[in-house]
């Protein structure tokens, strides 16, 4: 220590002389030293990140032999680092190769790991039998989902047969269906589905990590060919259950949806007005299990067990009770999450909470960026699929922006606490509500925009009229009701959680209904999000005038927003469905009637999300018939044809053909030609005008052991 505090001193000497860049260098890295390790989790997902954004499956003995030398090669440095700056920096850079060989090596293992088949073509109807893994009741109307694993499939082999499938199941009663039966249903069964567009979201990514092979619905009620058999997953499926069960007894239909999520993580059953509105409200995250539920939770358990045990003077003085409170906090938010289920908010959260509670019982202080750091790398290491996902990223953003403000101001703010009285008390926790919510909306935005199209504009106004209610009512209702559940004594406790549970919804709906309630902007680029992201890190990880870089990376991200537009023309996968956007912002499309869920989502990358789409042949400046469209758009002749009798006219007319069958024309005078072998084979195209640029679902995405295309 002596010997690097001589380099410290050597290098920050020659800084403030101006004499050496490499000296100054070096006493920019000192001056974050303690903030180096805060970066790790950093570099292993950049690391991850690398490997998800590969178009080909990297060789094994690459992804596995690279983070072996690379620890050799540090093995060799550490000793000699404070020998001189120059090895120091090399260690570090050692370190940071290390750490992103590992994130490439740790998301190829897992991705070896969870191999399972995939079902390729849609197949049905046929005779699945599998046992019920999970039982989740949608909608009132609707019906449930059934996830089946330990599967028989018609007209598959056993060794093709996928992992898990996911059923949707409309025709009632169901009552007599219970986790771990083994049934058997008719049913028709597809493969996980594409992305919409170019950079959406990628369900079969998602399905592939989760073993999720097929999924379907069925033509009949399933038949029960066995019960259910002992296990202990089955039995906390059959526990979450019979606690829906208990809730459905007691508090009605509409908020039993979010008093099922709360209290067992299934959201399936919440109604899809309510839901619009907790997205619209910025209030969606109440009923998403995190920070807020479990620290909670945490805080209820502590604090109530410590009380009782202060209750005996005796026992108090002579035992930790603080740490006996502690303990048995933890243990209950264990036991939460593990009922509740272990989503990656859920996940972060309770690792956090665990270490700040062991803290407490190592008498340290609690909550630091170390913890935050701790919680990612454990996150990353086990699940690392996770960090291209919304949940991850916007979780970690959000806390991390949290804990390193209130790090920074943790002082001020007990101080101004312990001079005021009760009333002013409950003032600093309103203004607390507020400083979260901003902070956790700055955090959580581009990532919002960028995945889902969608900010929620009077976010601050819900959360402080919702996030009171939810602590001091529905919260300790919902605790209170756990705990008298195993003595039938629940329902005064969950009548009062469901009361607190619709004046949520009436907020949600009063926030969601105002003027200009929620905004919704095109689909970001991603170099968009990965500029915002870094500078968002940098502000929250570094310290003292080293924040200042955060400002490059935010200036790239606005410049890139402003340059960037969406894509002026999608055709999508099957060809039938083609949209155009005009200069004044309008959607027209082919079709209102065919790929509902695929026109949605066009709707929202391009800008329009919530509005109903034109039909193309309404659209002013169009010339149409019965076998095609034709359109001039910024100077470009674009042809929609809907019929192969067109396409010699339109390929020696148009600049770009969009044809839903193929095109035989040979040659095609048309500059740019995409008919039905092209979607076939890449799936939906998005094409920018100005910038003569195509892209492909296909093509961006490559061949990975998740993708399943027609060429594959």
């Given at each position: 220590m002596a010997r690097e505090g001589e380099i410290q001193h050597y290098a920050g000497v020659r800084a403030s002389q101006g004499t050496d860049g490499k000296a100054r260098l070096l006493a920019a890295v000192f001056a974050q030293k303690e903030r180096l390790f805060l970066f790790s989790p950093v570099l292993l997902g950049v690391g991850i990140s690398l490997y998800f954004s590969l178009r080909t499956e990297p060789p094994s003995w690459l992804c596995l032999s690279a983070p072996l030398l690379l620890a050799a090669l540090l093995f060799g440095l550490w000793p000699r680092?404070?020998?001189?700056?120059?090895?120091?920096?090399?260690?570090?850079?050692?370190?940071?190769?290390?750490?992103?060989?590992?994130?490439?090596?740790?998301?190829?293992?897992?991705?070896?790991?969870?191999?399972?088949?995939?079902?390729?073509?849609?197949?049905?109807?046929?005779?699945?039998?599998?046992?019920?893994?999970?039982?989740?009741?949608l909608e009132a109307g609707e019906g449930v989902r059934l996830l089946l694993r330990d599967l028989a499939v018609e007209d598959i082999a056993p060794a093709d047969t996928p992992h898990t499938i996911r059923i949707k199941v409309r025709r009632m009663p169901l009552e007599g269906l219970r986790p771990g039966d083994r049934i058997s249903v008719l049913a028709e069964l597809n493969p996980p589905s594409a992305p919409v567009a170019p950079g959406a979201y990628d369900f079969q990514r998602m399905a592939y990590f989760r073993q999720m092979g097929a999924f379907g619905f069925s033509y009949r009620e399933p038949v029960v060919i066995g019960r259910a058999a002992a296990g202990a997953s089955l039995w906390l499926e059959s526990l979450r259950q019979h606690i829906i069960g208990r809730i459905a007894r007691v508090i009605?239909?509409?908020?039993?949806g979010i008093a099922n999520a709360l209290m067992t993580g299934e959201r399936t059953a919440i109604a899809a007005a309510d839901m619009d509105d907790m997205r619209n409200s910025g209030l969606v995250h109440i009923i998403s299990i995190s920070g807020l539920h479990i620290s909670m939770i945490a805080g209820v358990i502590f604090f109530t067990l410590r009380l009782a045990m202060a209750c005996f003077p005796t026992f108090a003085v002579y035992h930790p009770i603080k740490k006996y409170a502690a303990i048995g906090a933890l243990l209950f938010t264990v036991l939460y999450t593990g009922l509740v289920g272990a989503t990656v908010p859920t996940v972060r959260s309770v690792i956090m909470t665990g270490l700040v509670l062991l803290a407490v019982m190592l008498d340290r202080i609690p909550v630091s960026l170390r913890v935050v750091a701790i919680a990612a790398l454990i996150i990353l290491a086990t699940v690392p699929e996770a960090v291209v996902g919304p949940s991850f990223q916007m979780s970690f953003a959000a806390v991390m922006g949290l804990v390193a403000f209130y790090e920074a101001t943790r002082d001020q703010w007990v101080a101004v606490y312990r001079r005021c009285g009760w009333f002013r008390r409950g003032l600093i926790y309103l203004a607390g509500i507020c400083v979260t919510t901003v902070i956790?909306?700055?955090?959580?935005?581009?990532?919002?925009?960028?995945?889902?199209?969608?900010?929620?504009?009077?976010?601050?106004?819900?959360?402080?009229?919702?996030?009171?209610?939810?602590?001091?009512?529905?919260?300790?209702?919902?605790?209170?009701?756990?705990?008298?559940?195993?003595?039938?004594?629940?329902?005064?406790?969950?009548?009062?959680?469901?009361?607190?549970?619709?004046?949520?919804?009436?907020?949600?709906?009063?926030?969601?209904?105002?003027?200009?309630?929620?905004?919704?902007?095109?689909?970001?680029?991603?170099?968009?999000?990965?500029?915002?992201?870094?500078?968002?890190?940098?502000?929250?990880?570094?310290?003292g005038w080293g924040r200042l870089l955060s400002v490059v990376p935010v200036i790239a991200g606005i410049i890139t927003v402003l340059i960037a537009s969406p894509p002026d023309l999608l055709i999508s996968a099957s060809g039938k469905l083609m949209a155009v956007k005009d200069p004044e912002g309008k959607v027209?499309?082919?079709?209102?009637?065919?790929?509902?869920?695929?026109?949605?989502?066009?709707?929202?990358?391009?800008?329009?999300?919530?509005?109903?789409?034109?039909?193309?042949?309404?659209?002013?400046?169009?010339?149409?018939?019965?076998?095609?469209?034709?359109?001039?758009?910024?100077?470009?002749?674009?042809?929609?044809?809907?019929?192969?009798?067109?396409?010699?006219?339109?390929?020696?007319?148009?600049?770009?053909?969009?044809?839903?069958?193929?095109?035989?024309?040979?040659?095609?005078?048309?500059k740019t030609t995409i008919d039905r072998f092209d979607v076939w084979k890449n799936g939906v195209h998005a094409i920018w005008l100005n910038e003569e640029t195509i892209q492909s679902v296909g093509e961006r995405r490559g061949h990975r052991p998740w993708t399943i295309s027609n060429s594959r």
């Open positions: 680092r404070l020998q001189n700056g120059v090895f120091y920096m090399l260690a570090l850079m050692a370190i940071s190769g290390f750490l992103l060989s590992a994130g490439v090596a740790v998301a190829k293992a897992r991705t070896m790991l969870v191999s399972a088949p995939i079902l390729e073509k849609p197949m049905g109807p046929v005779d699945v039998v599998g046992r019920i893994a999970a039982l989740e009741t009605p239909l509409r908020e039993a956790a909306s700055i955090a959580t935005a581009p990532f919002s925009i960028y995945h889902f199209q969608q900010f929620a504009n009077y976010g601050l106004l819900a959360n402080l009229l919702a996030v009171p209610l939810t602590s001091f009512v529905i919260m300790p209702a919902m605790l209170l009701g756990y705990l008298l559940m195993p003595l039938g004594w629940e329902a005064p406790a969950l009548w009062a959680m469901g009361q607190g549970i619709s004046g949520m919804i009436g907020i949600s709906h009063f926030v969601a209904n105002l003027p200009h309630a929620v905004s919704m902007p095109y689909a970001w680029p991603l170099s968009a999000l990965l500029c915002f992201s870094a500078g968002w890190i940098f502000l929250c990880l570094l310290q027209y499309m082919s079709t209102v009637k065919a790929e509902k869920f695929v026109a949605e989502s066009w709707m929202r990358v391009l800008g329009r999300g919530g509005e109903i789409p034109e039909i193309l042949l309404s659209h002013p400046a169009a010339a149409c018939d019965e076998w095609a469209c034709r359109l001039t758009l910024k100077d470009k002749k674009i042809s929609f044809a809907f019929h192969s009798a067109a396409h010699g006219e339109e390929c020696r007319w148009a600049d770009i053909v969009l044809a839903d069958d193929p095109v035989r024309v040979r040659p095609c005078m048309a």
